[in-house]
């Protein structure tokens, strides 16, 4: 079965008196593997899309089937367990905390798993190397370049082994060349069989996963999908 499949979803926020459709009978399937880009400009519903399937948010509508369960009408607390253990985020602004070593940085998503400080080690030290960064694992974060902090930010997204991976803008803080190197990373760990999913603006970056989905007033199209098919839906 497929990784991720989510059926006719929709999220709508009350504004006022006024109700925003922010996503709008959206159908999705991802597999393993996969190493999709959804793209679409500001105001589409790639920042709810995100938060759907990044469990944060629940939607209003439609079902979302995650690893083989059906997480869319989950409580704040159920939904926030399957989080942690299902899902891997990188963010645009890396959001690592300051006064923390690359490496305690790396190891915050292991703290409520119950596992012993060595083996919490162990899989923190092997994260970072995974990313290049062993050599610096116990320097701050102000001590390190942006992309490397990105890559410490990679190294925790991958250190709980979450079976998806949710890419927010990564490159988006990043000059051209660190960019490059971040998406040549994120390509490198989707050849070793990581599911990525990219979220962003720019084609340079989206043209890079192996599927484009183009979002657009809360609807997907998929690159290369017939014009009506886009409009349905
Ligand atoms: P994007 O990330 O592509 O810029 P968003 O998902 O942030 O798009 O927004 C999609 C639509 O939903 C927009 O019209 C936006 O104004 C609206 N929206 C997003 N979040 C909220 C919110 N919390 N309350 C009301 N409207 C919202
Ligand atoms: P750069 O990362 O500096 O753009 P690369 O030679 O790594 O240079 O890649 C050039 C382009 O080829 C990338 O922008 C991307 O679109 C594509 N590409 C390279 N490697 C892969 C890959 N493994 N999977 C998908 N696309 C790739």
Not at 202 to 229: C, F, L, T
């Amino acid at each position: 079965p497929a990784l991720i499949r989510i059926e006719r979803l929709s999220k709508q926020y009350r504004m006022g008196g006024e109700i925003v459709k922010a996503l709008d009978g959206v159908t999705l399937t991802i597999d393993r593997g996969d190493f999709v880009a959804i793209i679409g400009p500001s105001g589409s519903g790639k920042s709810t899309l995100m938060n759907v399937l990044g469990c944060l948010d629940a939607p209003t509508e439609g079902e979302y089937w995650l690893d083989g369960e059906e997480v869319s009408a989950l409580k704040d607390n159920r939904l926030a367990e399957i989080r942690n253990r299902k899902i891997g985020f990188i963010f645009q602004g890396f959001n690592l905390l300051p006064k923390l070593s690359a490496l305690e940085n790396v190891e915050l998503p292991l703290i409520y798993g119950g596992l012993p400080s060595a083996r919490r080690r162990e899989l923190s030290v092997d994260a970072l190397r995974k990313v290049g960064l062993e050599e610096r694992m116990h320097h701050t974060p102000l001590e390190l370049s942006g992309g490397q902090q990105q890559r410490v930010a990679i190294a925790r997204a991958l250190v709980g082994s979450p079976p998806v991976l949710l890419a927010d803008e990564p490159t988006g803080a990043l000059d051209t060349k660190t960019g490059r190197e971040v998406m040549s990373l994120i390509r490198e760990l989707n050849r070793a069989g990581h599911t990525i999913i990219l979220i962003t603006h720019d084609m340079d970056i989206a043209r890079q996963a192996g599927r484009v989905v183009r979002i657009s007033d809360g609807r997907i199209g998929e690159e290369g999908a017939a014009k009506h098919e886009l409009q349905s839906g």
